[in-house]
């Protein structure tokens, strides 16, 4: 029998181990061969790493960021963790995060088209539409999906124009559920609502649970006054995609609006908020709605929120100059009805500027 020495020798590290688990798929095995590394190597940033994975691709995305974090900490330069980092905070749909990693990844590798991409498609997540144009422009050649979301990236920053050239070229290779989703989004922001109309829902005979299809749809007819059909298209965009914000404040400010259920309302508005906390109009509609209810602290938490994200939502700051001055807190009224009167001048000469002469 060989002594316990050469025992030893003859068998792979748990470092190995967990590699060759990894390797196999065996994700569980791997998990707790790197655990049991770690337990004797809690500094090794390899081992830190490598876990880090494992749990990122059992979708333990929490777990897998506090792995990765330890390894930076123990390595700041080591360029691929911000990668990692940056996609484990990109599937908990942290955008603000995943942004700031996905910058620090390509400072050290600039041109890596998959971070390129994931950071565009962050900012866009964040509505910092006017970086996330930049983002995408800087993946051009690109192919449909790097065209599409430039296009929508142009529309939400209103440069309507620069998005049809990129849309009219695309429509003519096919018919594809996401062009005619942005075709028809492009279409609505020129006010052609029946056009808008008759391209989303030939996009919906293609893909009828497209994510957020049904968001567009429910807008044009809000639009034109036909809000019962417009909740309708809401509420069944939210039972495709439950866990979509957007889809879950465009409901609640519509039952908000239309003195639908109060408590459901507030209750969309509320998770709509918990996955975008900075949210300018959920946080404006949910102000709205605890005022009613005589809230008016949690009230001017919400309106605060939603003045950060957007310094010129002149409904915001009425809506806040108004719950000051029922607190008793004038100074601050009248600070928020200078607000007010200020963007309001700003508006008017915007619209001045537009029809005047001037070259």
């Given amino acids: 029998m060989l002594p316990l020495f050469f025992l030893l020798l003859a068998q792979p590290d748990l470092y190995e181990r967990g590699g060759e688990f990894l390797r196999a798929g065996k994700l569980a095995a791997a998990e707790k061969a790197y655990r049991e590394h770690l337990k004797t190597h809690p500094n090794h940033v390899e081992a830190l790493a490598n876990l880090g994975s494992v749990?990122?691709?059992?979708?333990?995305?929490?777990?897998?960021?506090?792995?990765?974090?330890?390894?930076l900490a123990l390595r700041p330069t080591l360029a691929p963790l911000h990668l990692n980092l940056g996609l484990a905070y990109f599937k908990t749909r942290d955008w603000a995060r995943a942004a700031?990693?996905?910058?620090?990844?390509?400072?050290?590798?600039?041109?890596?088209?998959?971070?390129?991409?994931?950071?565009?498609?962050?900012?866009?997540?964040?509505?910092?539409?006017?970086?996330?144009s930049e983002a995408f422009e800087a993946l051009l050649p690109g192919d449909a999906s790097i065209q599409l979301g430039l296009a929508t990236a142009y529309l939400r920053s209103d440069r309507v124009a620069q998005a049809q050239k990129i849309l009219g070229p695309l429509l003519e290779q096919g018919n594809s559920p996401e062009v005619l989703l942005t075709v028809g989004q492009a279409l609505f922001v020129e006010e052609r609502f029946d056009e808008a109309m008759a391209t989303l829902?030939?996009?919906?005979?293609?893909?009828?649970?497209?994510?957020?299809?049904?968001?567009?749809?429910?807008?044009?007819h809000w639009?034109?006054?036909?809000?019962?059909?417009?909740?309708?298209?809401?509420?069944?965009?939210?039972?495709?995609?439950?866990?979509n914000p957007e889809a879950q404040f465009t409901l609640g400010a519509a039952l908000a609006m239309t003195g639908g259920?109060?408590?459901?309302?507030?209750?969309?508005?509320?998770?709509?908020?918990?996955?975008?906390?900075?949210?300018?109009r959920a946080?404006?509609?949910?102000?709205?709605?605890?005022?009613?209810?005589?809230?008016?602290?949690?009230?001017?938490?919400?309106?605060?929120?939603?003045?950060?994200?957007?310094?010129?939502?002149?409904?915001?700051?009425?809506?806040?100059?108004?719950?000051?001055?029922?607190?008793?807190?004038?100074?601050?009224?009248?600070?928020?009805?200078?607000?007010?009167?200020?963007?309001?001048?700003?508006?008017?000469?915007?619209?001045?500027?537009?029809?005047?002469d001037q070259p």
């Avoid at 008016?296 to 719950?323: F, G, Q, W």
């Fill in 55 to 71: 749990l990122s691709r059992k979708e333990d995305f929490s777990q897998a960021i506090l792995q990765f974090q330890r390894a």
């Fill in 100 to 132: 700031a990693e996905f910058e620090h990844f390509l400072k050290a590798q600039p041109g890596h088209r998959q971070s390129m991409q994931l950071r565009a498609l962050s900012l866009f997540e964040l509505e910092r539409y006017s970086e996330a």
């Fill in 201 to 220: 829902l030939k996009a919906r005979e293609h893909s009828p649970t497209l994510p957020t299809l049904g968001l567009h749809i429910g807008a044009i």
């Fill in 223 to 243: 639009r034109k006054k036909q809000n019962a059909e417009a909740v309708a298209e809401w509420r069944s965009e939210l039972k495709a995609h439950p866990d």
């Fill in 261 to 280: 259920d109060k408590i459901e309302a507030e209750r969309l508005l509320r998770a709509s908020l918990a996955r975008k906390p900075k949210h300018a």
């Fill in 283 to 356: 946080n404006y509609q949910l102000a709205k709605l605890v005022w009613q209810k005589n809230r008016s602290v949690e009230a001017v938490t919400c309106l605060e929120k939603s003045i950060a994200s957007d310094p010129d939502y002149r409904e915001a700051h009425y809506l806040l100059a108004n719950v000051y001055q029922g607190l008793g807190r004038k100074t601050e009224a009248a600070r928020e009805f200078a607000a007010v009167k200020r963007i309001s001048a700003k508006e008017l000469s915007r619209q001045q500027d537009l029809f005047s």
